[in-house]
Nanobody, 124 residues
Framework: QLQLVESGGGLVQPGGSLRLSCAAS????????IGWFRQAPGKEREGVSC????????NYAHFVKGRFTISRDNAKSTVYLQMNNLKPEDTAVYYC?????????????????WGQGTQVTVSS
């Protein structure tokens, strides 16, 4: 069964940090780019970051650039999202998704397997 499972979400104060993990099973993670998305209540889902299959290329949404870092450990079939200097507006359910190929992807239709999401809440 092809599956992605996110973990690492939680409640954190503004300025704090969290590291999200996305564990893959049922397919060879090395062959695919992986993206992180988020959806806040009442808002559309938006792309946060993506990493190519090799890990050599990454992209970030403007609103997280300089604060979030995406990385991957193909040996562990896991992709990470390190989130620093978190803000209340980062509160959302965060999802990871598998791209259809190895290159960076941006739009939802370029991803074909999605995790169930992990809640991130930034509040004092």
């Amino acid at each position: 069964q092809l599956q992605l499972v996110e973990s690492g979400g939680g409640l954190v104060q503004p300025g704090g940090s969290l590291r999200l993990s996305c564990a893959a099973s049922g397919f060879i993670l090395d062959n695919y780019a992986i993206g992180w998305f988020r959806q806040a209540p009442g808002k559309e889902r938006e792309g946060v970051s993506c990493i190519s299959s090799s890990g050599l290329s990454t992209n970030y949404a403007h609103f997280v650039k300089g604060r979030f870092t995406i990385s991957r450990d193909n040996a562990k079939s896991t992709v990470y999202l390190q989130m620093n200097n978190l803000k209340p507006e980062d509160t959302a359910v965060y999802y990871c998704a598998k791209a259809r190929g190895p290159a960076l992807a941006i739009d939802d239709y370029e991803f074909d397997i999605w995790g169930q999401g992990t809640q991130v809440t930034v509040s004092s």
